[in-house]
C-alpha cells in the first residue's frame, strides 16, 4: 500500500488552507505590495524541492512554493473583492 500520494494531498490541503488566511491578512496590512515576499518564497520553496532527496519532502515544498505562487494571483484578486465589500478595508491604510 502506497501512502506517499495520500501524505502529499495533505500537504496540499494543509497548504492551500494556510496560505488562504495569509492572502487575506497581507492584502488587509500590506497591500497587494506584498507579493514579492510570496514570489521570494515560493522560489526558495522550488529550490529546496530540487535539493531535497526524500520524495515527500520534495513534492511537499514544491506545492508550499507552487500555492505561494498562487497566491500573489490572489492578492490582486483580494484587493478586487476588498472594492467589491466582501472583504473589509484596513481604515490605516490609503
Do not use: C, D
Not at 505562487?69 to 490605516?92: C, D, H
Amino acid at each position: 500500500m502506497q501512502l506517499k500520494g495520500i501524505l502529499i494531498g495533505l500537504i496540499s490541503f494543509l497548504s492551500i488552507g494556510l496560505f488562504h488566511p495569509l492572502v487575506i491578512k497581507g492584502e488587509y496590512y500590506f497591500s497587494k505590495s506584498i507579493w514579492p515576499a510570496f514570489a521570494l518564497f515560493g522560489a526558495v520553496m522550488l529550490a529546496v524541492s530540487l535539493k531535497v532527496k526524500n520524495i515527500i519532502a520534495s513534492a511537499g515544498t514544491a506545492v508550499i512554493g507552487m500555492s505561494s505562487f498562487w497566491s500573489i494571483k490572489e492578492l490582486y484578486e483580494q484587493e478586487q473583492r476588498v472594492a467589491k465589500g466582501w472583504f473589509p478595508k484596513n481604515p490605516n491604510r490609503k
